[in-house]
């Protein structure tokens, strides 16, 4: 069973940095590719970054995020990050990691198919 579990969410303040880790278990996490998404209230979830399993690890960002926010993987410990910079008050949400054994150009939820619990994020102004 997949299972991924986020950790790193909290409160900071406008400006600050935050990183975010999933933990993988059940599945063959160097074969997977992996991304980030975040969903704030009332909104729909938003696809921010994405990193191939290849061993090239291409890198995909949303615009909201790129320059910002870098995603990484570390596949002997099956973990994934998301290393959050330059933090606003609009990147509130709760953020979700995911594998998928899609690979792509472009990411949307639908290619993803586990999925984490989320962690909250919310920043301060």
């Known amino acids: 069973q997949v299972q991924l579990v986020e950790s790193g969410g909290g409160l900071v303040q406008a400006g600050g940095s935050l990183r975010l880790s999933c933990a993988a278990s059940?599945?063959?996490?160097?074969?997977?590719?992996m991304g980030w998404f975040r969903q704030a209230p009332g909104k729909e979830r938003e696809f921010l970054t994405a990193?191939?399993?290849?061993?090239?690890?291409?890198?995909y960002y949303a615009d909201s995020v790129k320059g910002r926010f870098t995603i990484s993987r570390d596949n002997a410990k099956n973990t994934l990050y998301l290393q959050m910079n330059s933090l606003k008050p609009e990147d509130t949400a709760i953020y979700y990691c995911?594998?998928?054994?899609?690979?792509?150009?472009?990411?949307?939820?639908?290619?993803?198919?586990?999925w984490g619990q989320g962690t909250q994020v919310t920043v301060s102004s």
């Open positions: 990193i191939t399993w290849s061993a090239a690890g291409n890198t």
């Open positions: 995911a594998a998928a054994t899609y690979t792509g150009t472009t990411y949307s939820p639908t290619d993803f198919r586990s």
């Open positions: 059940g599945l063959t996490f160097s074969r997977y590719t």
